[in-house]
């Protein structure tokens, strides 16, 4: 009797006629190249996700519930995996014949059925797009997962953004440090000026403008969990009479100041709300002062990262490439001076957070379950390959707002 490897990889020929990956089924059935990257369907469950949600996303269900499984390198497998689906052109005829063998195939391996449930780690997030209500909620899902468990990720300053790496030894520590530091040098912050910090995640950036550069700053989120913690660092610095932090949605920022920042924040606005954020810089900038947006871009079909990042990382965001961005600053009033390309310090970030999650794996999973694990070990390793391989980008953007004089140095030294 055929193995179900075998069938399956049968009725995948006409548009898959050599399989990337070596394919063992729940029956131990196997199939596929020696010494390629280990798929393994330990369930039938397995294929019905990709019944009802082909691609992308069922394949991404499949393996968080651990119903598929990788076997050693998860980039390895992923690349050979997706890079023939980017690269090759299949005709229709091709695509009909898989269509029926597959449907010919599935009633006999017990995939037939109706939609499985979500896994629990899929957001679920409902109201109209980019309200204040929907948006708190989706930056629940993602930011509020605890405290505790981004320590064990990220580095001691909680700086969930890209770091700045001299060489691609720089510990993660440095990097997040150069880049806030970076930040700071280009705001031209000096002790007594003020900084609004919008979207300020744990504050690493709002402290550091404070301890380091006698900043007075406002922080502003809508993560109920970030706003204790950095109350919590605030208080144990001593910090109170420089740093304010309030849960704030950016639209309802008030005030003047000598500076605004804003880190990796402007891809969760949307893109009908991003006018809005963009006058929102310029209003609360004084003239003359400096606005620096660090942003992730991208080109392609799915500006929101994918159909596996919008249902369980990041819902409802938006990314564009940085030139329309750039406009949308233009547009808002502000004169953009510098855009700061830093794709592939990224991947240097990515690798650090990589590397802490397998260290911390076990402390992970008892905080979070193991679906969760498994939902942020992809994450990390696609995100990672999309700033590689340049589907995605990460810039600063700095601005001054017109009006009044500005002291932006003529040459930079960063």
């Not at 990720?153 to 300053?157: A, F, N």
């Given at each position: 009797m055929i193995g179900i490897a075998t069938a399956l990889?049968?009725?995948l020929s006409?548009?898959?006629p050599e399989l990337p990956v070596r394919l063992i089924a729940w029956d131990g059935s196997y199939v596929g190249p020696d010494g390629a990257p280990l798929v393994e369907l330990r369930s039938p469950d397995a294929l019905r996700r990709l019944l009802w949600h082909p691609g992308e996303l069922g394949a991404a269900q499949a393996y968080?519930?651990?119903e598929a499984e990788i076997h050693g390198d998860l980039d390895e497998a992923l690349a050979a995996i997706l890079t023939p689906s980017r690269t090759s052109t299949v005709t229709t005829a091709a695509r009909l014949t898989m269509a029926s063998r597959v449907a010919r195939l599935l009633p006999s391996l017990g995939v037939i059925g109706p939609p499985l449930p979500a896994p629990r780690s899929q957001a679920t997030i409902k109201g109209r797009l980019h309200s204040k209500v929907r948006d708190r909620a989706s930056i629940h899902h993602h930011y509020d997962l605890s405290n505790e468990f981004y320590s064990l990720?990220?580095?001691?300053?909680m700086a969930y953004s890209c770091g700045y790496h001299a060489t691609p030894t720089t510990t993660l520590a440095e990097a997040q440090r150069a880049k806030l530091d970076l930040v700071c040098t280009k705001l031209g912050l000096e002790p007594g000026m003020t900084l609004l910090d919008i979207g300020c995640g744990w504050g690493s950036l709002s402290l550091h403008a404070?301890?380091?550069f006698g900043a007075h700053v406002t922080a502003i989120t809508i993560a109920a969990e970030q706003q204790r913690f950095i109350q919590e660092r605030i208080d144990a610095r001593g910090l109170g009479d420089r740093v304010t932090v309030t849960l704030c949605d950016y639209r309802d920022a008030e005030g003047s100041y000598d500076a605004v920042s804003s880190i990796e924040m402007g891809e969760h606005v949307g893109e009908q709300n991003y006018a809005t954020y963009a006058r929102v810089i310029h209003d609360r900038v004084r003239p003359g002062g400096r606005a620096l947006i660090q942003q992730m871009?991208?080109?392609g079909r799915h500006p929101g990262g994918g159909p596996f990042i919008e249902s369980f990382i990041a819902p409802d965001m938006h990314m564009r490439p940085v030139g329309e961005t750039v406009a949308y600053l233009e547009r808002a009033g502000l004169e953009?001076?510098?855009v700061h390309g830093l794709r592939e310090h990224y991947v240097h970030t990515v690798a650090g957070w990589l590397a802490n999650v397998e260290a911390s794996a076990d402390l992970l999973t008892d905080l979070v379950g193991e679906e969760v694990v498994r939902v942020w070990r992809l994450y990390l390793v696609g995100?990672?390959?999309a700033f590689r391989d340049g589907r995605m980008g990460v810039d600063q953007i700095l601005a001054v707002r017109p009006g009044a004089t500005h002291s932006l140095p003529s040459v930079r030294r960063w």
């Open positions: 990889a049968d009725a006409p548009v898959v968080v519930t651990g990720i990220l580095d001691p300053s404070a301890e380091r871009s991208r080109t953009v001076r510098d995100g990672s390959a």
